[in-house]
């Protein structure tokens, strides 16, 4: 009933992006995506560094790609932006472990990996933390990820999410984010965002 698009805009664009560049006029962003899946996230923010004029280098971290398959059913790039075919596809055809330029403003690198061996430290400037829920994978929403993803973030970084849980807020607390919760997209109450 409320689709995967209408979150995205509302979490990861509204109140993670928009609202990074608000406090920080950056002409540069760096972005870590936890769960790249299905790339919606990564090519909605593609289309919008555009409209903002703003470099982004995204880091995309799926330890379990989609297949071929699954992307030939995708009709994201028909949803919202049906011109723009052509970079939503290369999102899912360029290979892994390589950086790519996509567009004029976006750089993408996919690593295939688990998001415990993520090692970074003070890389990015914004996470868009979209693991699979609590109920389905409890131990992506820990004080040891929560923890990578504090040592992974700049100073004055943000962490974004569309869960708004009761133990991944306290987990994000004790490993040192100071940590809101907002109005959650249509269907969900709230969603979190951390700031280191």
Known sequence: MHGAVQEANHVFIKNGLHQYLQNHNSEEISILEIGFGTGL??????????SLRKNISYVGIEAFPVSNDEIEQLNYADLIAPERQDVFDKLHHVVWERQHQITQNFKLLKHQKFFSELNDVACFDLIYFDAFGARVQPELWTEPIFKKMYSALKSNGVLVTYSAKGSARRAMETVGFSVERLQGPPGKRHMLRATK
Not at 41 to 50: P, V
Request: aromatic share 10%.
């Open 41 to 50: 996230n990564a090519f909605i923010t593609c289309l919008e560094s555009e």
